[in-house]
């Protein structure tokens, strides 16, 4: 998933990443490591301007208006034998596009697009963008001997490719890095069990950057942001079973979305033994349901999660220590807020994954959004039946096993939960997104073309974890399991450039 960056300035509003203020981290963050002075200032400004958010957020009418829609792109850069190769920076010279940017791992790329109106046909707009970014890209790369591809994870990766040479060298990843290894004292530990099982040990945040996300931004007025986001958080297991694509990782076949479980535990940096209440990770699903709207979450990091990153900004930088502890914070839904202009609140989606098709994204993306403008509509009747617990156990059952995740699930004419395939789910409220889209004014044709996407897949029952497994088991006829990989992975690169969804894929 994607760690500290820089911010990059677009459209009609700015720093739609939202992981700073808005700024271009590259000139501020000069520096890898803090004093125990940087860091009781950063302590005193956290609670000055978490006050301040307070009064911002109750304002009438804070962050009404039309709806926005954005997304991020990580990606990988391989060779011609498919193996990761670090030209990043290589790249960004080459292209002159203030949208890209490095990412924590040399052989990883980031493409911030730009915000659309969701009136109209956004994801289409979404869609031409990057589809030229790509084009655009993938000549510069063949140009240096590389190719991009969006996969969640990628097969090929090896253990030798996480190490600290691999990192991409600039202050905000050498300080992220340093400040995590320090608090954790010992290796991350990895422990994924699925079809195969993977124990493994790392010194480096570099386990971190082997996951590649497709992230999806909303804004949202204040006044409805506690029943939009806990939207989000109800429909997100059913998104990620739909929209899987990392299966494997270091060899190893694990879970349907096996980036869940990787990114939790690359970078959890507790030490259980030096405390007796159940510290929460830095990566989760969150605390609860959202009761009153989103200065909760933004106050809640600042009380339940250290410092790790205490930089202190210039005084004409608004917000700049809050928002950076907000984003050294990785729920995998998170508030944004953006105080440049008259300031604004967004939905961040963070689970989705990278690939395998620019189209298969947007259809994630409207899937998303379309829920959870749906669902918002009568979330109580929902959060009444389904305590927090289970959302989050639907999560890590859907990132587990796919659409044949066994979840919890409210029967709308009963109070009962029932367990209910995440497929069965998903074919009953398919229809509620298209309603939702239609809220927001996004064209019938629009709607049509995408969810015609979601509907062959689910008919299929193709995701590209699927996908990738399927073609993996038939090359593990006559090969070795490096060599399937390769191939696999080969056959992934092909079908991804035709463009077709997963779905159509053979």
């Known amino acids: ?84 190769v670090s030209k990043n920076a290589e790249l960004i010279a080459l292209m002159q596009d203030q949208q890209l940017t490095e990412e924590l791992n040399q052989f990883n790329l980031e493409f911030n697009l730009s915000p659309v109106k969701a009136k109209g046909k956004p994801f289409l707009k979404m869609e031409q963008e990057l589809k030229n970014l790509l084009d655009k890209l993938q000549t510069k790369a063949a140009g240096v001997g ?56 790392c010194d480096e945040v570099t386990l971190e950057g082997a996951n590649t996300s497709f992230q999806v931004h909303l804004k949202v007025p204040a006044d409805r942001f506690a029943d939009m986001f806990n939207a989000a958080q109800l429909i997100t297991p059913l998104v990620l079973a739909i929209s899987a694509n990392s299966p494997t990782f270091m060899g190893q076949c694990l879970w349907q979305e096996t980036r869940i479980a990787l990114f939790k535990q690359s970078i959890d940096n507790r030490i259980r033994s030096l405390t007796q209440w159940r510290q929460p990770a830095r990566v989760s699903y969150g605390h609860g349901w959202l009761r009153n709207g989103a200065w909760e979450l933004f106050a809640e990091n600042v009380a339940l999660y250290p410092p790790i990153l205490p930089y202190l900004f210039k005084s004409d930088v608004k917000f700049g220590e809050l928002n950076l502890h907000h984003g050294t914070v990785w729920s995998w839904n998170r508030a944004v807020f953006e105080p440049a202009g008259e300031g604004h609140l967004r939905i961040e989606f963070r689970a989705f994954p990278a690939g395998p098709t620019i189209i298969d994204m947007m259809a994630n993306a409207a899937l998303a959004i379309g829920w959870t403008q749906a669902l918002s509509k009568d979330i109580e009747g929902y959060l009444v039946k389904m305590p927090f617990q289970y959302a989050e156990y639907n999560f890590y059952r859907a990132a587990q096993k796919g659409l044949d995740a066994e979840i919890l699930w409210p029967k709308s004419a009963q109070h009962k939960l029932t367990e209910s395939t995440a497929y069965d789910v998903i074919k009953e409220l398919l229809p509620l997104a298209a309603v939702g889209l239609r809220e927001l004014q996004v064209e019938e044709s629009e709607i049509n073309r995408l969810m015609a996407v979601l509907q062959a897949r689910l008919a299929s029952r193709q995701t590209g974890s699927q996908w990738q497994l399927n073609s993996l088991q038939n090359y593990e006829n006559m090969h070795t399991r490096d060599a399937s990989l390769a191939l696999m992975l080969r056959d992934y690169v092909e079908n991804m450039m035709s463009g077709m969804p997963v779905s159509s894929w053979k």
């Open 1 to 84: 998933m994607t760690c500290i960056k820089p911010i990059k300035l677009h459209n009609d509003y700015s720093g739609f990443t939202a992981r700073f203020p808005s700024t271009q981290m590259g000139q501020f963050f000069d520096k890898d490591s803090f004093t125990e002075a940087e860091l009781s200032e950063f302590k005193i400004r956290l609670q000055h301007q978490i006050h301040k958010l307070g009064k911002i957020l109750s304002r009438p009418g804070f962050s009404d208006g039309p709806a926005s829609i954005g997304a991020e792109l990580e990606m990988y850069l391989i060779d011609e034998s498919g193996l990761p």
């Open 146 to 201: 590389t190719q991009i591809v969006p996969i969640g994870i990628l097969p090929t990766l090896k253990a030798n490719h996480l190490q600290r040479q691999y990192m991409s060298d600039l202050p905000r990843y050498r300080a992220l890095t340093n400040q995590l290894s320090v608090s954790k004292g010992e290796p991350f530990y990895v422990d994924i069990n699925g079809r195969d099982s993977l124990r493994m040990s």
